[in-house]
């Protein structure tokens, strides 16, 4: 499906230097030296409700990424879905007596607005799970084929044993991964399954319920982690880069659909390097559409708040520590807008160089993007003290912070 326009990247001289990332699967970092085409697939919204600053900040995180490579001269491959049919979005329509398709395509529509406003990067391919149903059936088919899938009342369930690698991609232990499979989307509960951590591959039509044609799989619908599998090995193959994604996804999600793949294809890693997000919380409590507890980015859009604050506020804080959203983040992002676009539009100022490969060295340090904002704000804070005589200084800050951090001065 569209995805949203791409704001352009402004070239910066010279070129950045190589990403080196926290890789949840090896508890550690890892120098990335993709090809000159770096592939990534971030897991996309499941479009119930609209972008809250938990979300943005998540898809923050993985545009730095992008940029990151993009100024080191790489093309970027970039595949995000969209969930767009599940169980939440049905209950929700459910409960809003509103028509879930409707709820949906409402959803992504704002979301694209956001992530437009945002300055987020598009990604090539914006696929629905819906769309992707005909790609998913035959990879329920094999995995039936390969004895790695079992039906049970006519649903078809992945079992995790199929998998020698299995847990490598979270390193939980059993108890661990049953308390959060239950917590997120999994059924450990049901009885008559082989293993309780065993996750959903097709669910059978259920009355009320949208089904398509499954094939020898019967009429259903697809389970989760096999929708990003489909997406991603239709778009990217095997051996991609980065799998990106809020932590909470690191089990079951990322964890299933790597076992998923590595079975399917008896290939492995489904991908490099598995990056997640900390975890945005609002009064002591990690915002989420099933607690209510949201700061959505459209409603502050709406109450006059410029999108380069919205952002700003998000790069103030390391993706990987979970942080609080507070209304003093938001008003101290908006003073360092202020003052950066008031030094940004003097004719001339100190120079630029430096700090351009400041900028650089900090997003390659794990996305360090405080350390950034902190180096932009010195080089601001010299401006306004002593200012300088290099008349390309401004303009060189300006498509630097743009291009690296996408935020428009
Ligand atoms: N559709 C699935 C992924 S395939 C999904 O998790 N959708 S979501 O709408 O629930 O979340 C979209 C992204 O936002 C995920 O990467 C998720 O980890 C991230 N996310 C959700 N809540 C937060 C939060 N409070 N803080 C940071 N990231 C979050
Ligand atoms: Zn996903």
Not at 91 to 101: H, I, K, L, M, Y
Not at 217 to 224: A, E, K, V
Not at 235 to 258: C, N
Request: contains cysteine; glycine residues 10%; negative net charge.
């Amino acid at each position: 499906m569209y995805a949203w326009p791409a704001s352009e990247v402004p070239a910066l001289p010279g070129s950045g230097r190589d990403l080196s990332i926290h890789d949840t699967a090896t508890g550690g970092r890892i120098n990335l030296t993709p090809g000159p085409v770096a592939r990534i697939y971030v897991c996309g919204i499941t479009p119930y409700d609209a972008t809250h600053m938990g979300h943005a900040a998540t898809y923050n995180a993985f545009d730095l990424v992008q940029r990151v490579w993009l100024d080191t001269k790489r093309q970027v491959h970039y595949v995000q879905n969209v969930t767009d049919v599940d169980d939440p979005l049905l209950e929700r329509a459910q409960v809003n007596g509103d028509d879930w398709t409707a709820l949906a395509e409402r959803e992504t529509a704002l979301f694209r607005e956001d992530m437009t406003a945002l300055r987020m990067l598009p990604p090539q391919h914006y696929i629905g799970a819906v769309e992707s149903i005909p790609g998913i059936v035959p990879l329920v088919e094999r995995l039936r084929d390969l004895g790695a899938a079992y039906e049970l009342e006519g649903d078809i369930y992945f079992s995790v044993e199929s998998d020698p690698s299995f847990g490598s991609v979270s390193r939980l232990d059993a108890e661990a991964m049953r308390l959060l499979s239950a917590e997120r989307g999994g059924d450990p509960e049901r009885p008559g399954k082989k293993n309780p951590l065993d996750p959903m591959l097709w669910m059978a039509a259920r009355a009320g319920e949208p089904s398509w044609d499954g094939g020898s799989l019967g009429r259903g619908r697809p389970g989760w982690h096999i929708e990003c599998v489909a997406i991603a090995l239709d778009h990217l193959g095997m051996g991609f880069d980065v799998q990106g994604g809020g932590s909470d996804l690191a089990f079951p999600h990322h964890e299933m659909g790597a076992s998923h793949a590595q079975v399917l294809t008896g290939e492995r890693p489904f991908a490099k390097t598995y990056v997640h997000a900390g975890m945005v919380a609002l009064d002591g409590e990690k915002m989420s559409k099933s607690k209510g507890n949201l700061v959505f980015v459209s409603a502050l859009r709406r109450d006059g708040v410029d999108p380069a604050a919205i952002r700003l506020a998000l790069l103030a804080r390391h993706y990987r520590s979970d942080w609080e959203w507070t209304d003093g983040l938001l008003r101290e992002a908006e003073e360092r807008l202020g003052r950066w676009r008031a030094a940004v539009s003097r004719p001339d100022g100190p120079s630029a160089d430096a700090l351009v490969e400041e900028i650089r060295e900090a997003l390659a340090d794990d996305l360090d993007s405080p350390a950034a904002l902190a180096a932009v704000d010195r080089w601001a804070a010299a401006q306004s003290a002593t200012g300088g005589t290099d008349e390309g200084a401004p303009g060189l800050v300006s498509r630097a912070v743009d291009a690296l951090l996408g935020v428009a001065l």
